[in-house]
């Protein structure tokens, strides 16, 4: 119940302010450049371009990075919602990627969000994987799965680096400007919540005991032993809901667990 406040606590703030940005009007697209934006990593490469002193607003560029993240996420909920109205194993499989990654993700969900995955700890371990297996396999596909891996680690720097410096600005600028206490209270919090969602704790601590368990005597994780331990995930999720049946209400119960 508390993540699930959470989620709606996140998006309530996020979803119609980055909308609104968005359809003020052509003019809130550019603006004069001050001493606050002009260090932000794209007006840096527009003011190697251009001649004019006119760059985008800081607001609008959050908008559309935080925008273009939310779709991404959508399109990956809707597939897995469709998991979990599918009559088979698939069912379950996506009822556990929908408790325990998508629900917390969304809570704390921000442009920021794309720093967690350049995080050494959480970097290190996944570019070990992928160059081990692209290594022994010496199969073009796993090869192209890392080259794939460290261009999205880069863009997800590019992103979460970017958003933090608009974010940062921003936040400052509300709280200062804020009309009441209640109003920077909550742009306060907000900004906390996000920064505090930036590494998921739950999320690594998951993976390194999955690590452990399935991994093996060489604490690594195969791919048949990645599918071991996403199985019993899913298994995890299906005795929840059957122990959820002696409770009312059922769905609740389910979820608070």
Known sequence: A???????LNLAYLIPKNI???TSGPEEFLVQVDQSSKHLFLNYL??????????VSAAVLLSILE???FVFRVVKLARIVLMMCSPDILRWHGWSVFLWDVIPDLGSFSAM??????????????????SRLAYETRN???ILELCLFLSSRLFHAFVGIEAFMIKFIIASEQHRNAPSFF?????AIAFLNQLLGLVDVNKFARHRLFLFVFGGEDAFMAPREAQVAKTWQAMLAQQMWEVSKKHRPQVAW???V
Request: aromatic share 14%; proline share 4%; glycine share 8%.
């Open 2 to 8: 508390i993540q699930i406040g959470f989620v709606i």
């Open 46 to 55: 527009l003011g190697l371009l251009l001649t004019t002193d006119r760059r």
């Open 67 to 69: 925008l273009s993240m």
């Open 183 to 187: 109003g920077a209270f909550f742009v």
């Open 140 to 142: 073009v596909k796993r």
């Open 20 to 22: 609104l940005v968005l």
């Open 254 to 256: 389910f979820l608070a």
């Open 113 to 130: 969000k794309s720093l967690y995955y350049v995080t050494p700890k959480v970097f290190a371990p996944g570019l070990i994987r992928r």
